[in-house]
């Protein structure tokens, strides 16, 4: 059985730090609506692709102002925080079954100016029935889990943050034949986000990260991999970027090992209105399937 794909907590909290864009006075916010749609492509015998259609809803806890800044990074330099409501709906398809899903998270992060320290703190369930096609003969089966997630980081300099997450991701499969396949996920590592300008209203993003990834199986050996992911992003003004990411896993669950490349760019076409796309294909190592996947996102600030 595939192993479902991790909700990471990472990619909720890019939602309250990273996709803020915005330009001077008259494009200060407090609200963000999102819409994101995800689709991945697997290059194997099943023919697999899944399709993730997700809304976000982000408050700011003051209004965040825009002097000047990369758009993108207003209220991480700003340090304003915010509450992020998601919900996402996924499907699934390929030779044998199709599936159907859907997501809900919360998501807190607090950052006030003045003050170093930053704290995020995340809670999502997640479901999906998965159904055989004819001829193939199997049960249908389901699945439940639940997610939750700690960040606890320092501003080191003005616009340098460093950060400890952890995560936990237990999943359930019914009817009980399937139970053999539950595992609790559990994520740890090192974050780190700088801002480095560059001159002429020009800036530099760089964010990595370096953790472990374990699975606790239940009637199997359980694994660990290591993680490390590394994007940089060039702000070409305050209303546009294009950067590209690394990615690399490696360990002994051969289900999950291999490496990614990917390319994203942001476009604001108002002060209150941007898209941002990124694509990126992982090569896979082991048992693990190569993918390319497609991510489009569009927001709004009010």
Known sequence: MDRTKPY???????????????????????IELGYELEQTDYANSENTKTTVHTISFEYFLEPVKIDNQPLAEAAFMNRISSFVAVHGQFDLD??????????TALLYTHMQQGSPLRLAAIYA??????????????FDYSYDRTITGLHIGSFIAQ????????????????????STFDYTLTQ?????????????GTMVNIEGDIGTDSYDNKN???????????????????????????E????????????????LGKLF?????????????????????????IVINANMRF
């Open 125 to 138: 369930q997640q479901s999906a029935d998965y159904t055989f096609k004819p001829g193939f003969p199997f």
């Open 159 to 178: 616009n340098t943050a460093i950060a400890f997450e952890y995560l936990t991701d237990k999943v359930d499969y019914s009817p009980t034949v399937y």
């Open 220 to 246: 199997s050996a359980d694994t660990k991999n290591t993680v490390i992911k590394i994007t940089g992003e060039y702000y070409l003004n305050n209303m546009q970027s294009i950067g590209g990411g690394f």
């Open 248 to 263: 690399q896993i490696s360990g002994d669950d051969n289900g999950e090992k291999g490496q990614a490349i990917a390319v």
């Open 188 to 200: 740890t590592k090192i974050t780190a986000k700088h801002l480095m300008p560059t001159g002429n």
């Open 94 to 103: 390929n030779n044998s079954r199709t599936a159907e899903g859907n997501t």
């Open 269 to 293: 076409f108002t002060p209150k209105f941007f898209l941002a796309a990124k694509i990126r294909q992982f090569s896979g190592d082991g048992t693990s399937n190569d993918n390319d996947e």
């Open 8 to 30: 990471f907590f990472g990619a909720i909290l890019l939602l309250a730090t990273a996709s803020h864009l915005a330009m001077a006075s008259q494009a200060d916010y407090q």
